[in-house]
């Protein structure tokens, strides 16, 4: 499975980005898709992800009620819509996919995903 992430500019707070990630390969394999990502000098951080199935969709309490994960019509893209972006909201964002399913807020865990993109930068101002 590859992974590629798009999107990611530089915007001033309060303002909007879509992020996307596209999936190909054995996309049948993934279970769950996850957005992540990491400050400078920050651990990586699980802000959202989706059940590629059943739709069911995690956030993290940093982004709840301002990023909305989607997925597109075509199963093999994720959406990351970011609103009212806060300068804190500065990093790295990566978008990873499960080998299987994952069950509730495990979602947000990195050591549950197996395939990793290369990022995308968003940068809050």
């Known amino acids: 499975v590859q992974l590629v992430e798009s999107g990611g500019e530089s915007v001033q707070a309060g303002g909007s980005l879509r992020l996307s990630c596209v999936a190909s390969?054995?996309?049948?394999?993934?279970?769950?898709i996850g957005w992540f990502r990491q400050a400078q000098g920050k651990e990586r951080e699980g802000i959202a992800a989706?059940?590629?199935?059943?739709?069911?969709?995690y956030y993290a309490d940093s982004v709840q009620g301002r990023f909305t994960i989607s997925q597109g019509n075509a199963e093999n893209t994720v959406y990351l819509q970011m609103n009212s972006l806060k300068p804190e909201d500065t990093a790295m964002y990566y978008c990873?996919?499960?080998?299987?399913?994952?069950?509730?807020?495990?979602?947000?865990?990195?050591?549950?995903?197996?395939?990793w993109g290369q990022g995308t930068q968003v940068t809050v101002s």
């Open positions: 990873a996919a499960s080998r299987g399913l994952i069950f509730g807020l495990n979602a947000l865990r990195d050591s549950y995903y197996t395939y």
């Open positions: 989706i059940s590629t199935g059943g739709g069911s969709t």
């Open positions: 390969g054995a996309t049948q394999d993934i279970g769950c």
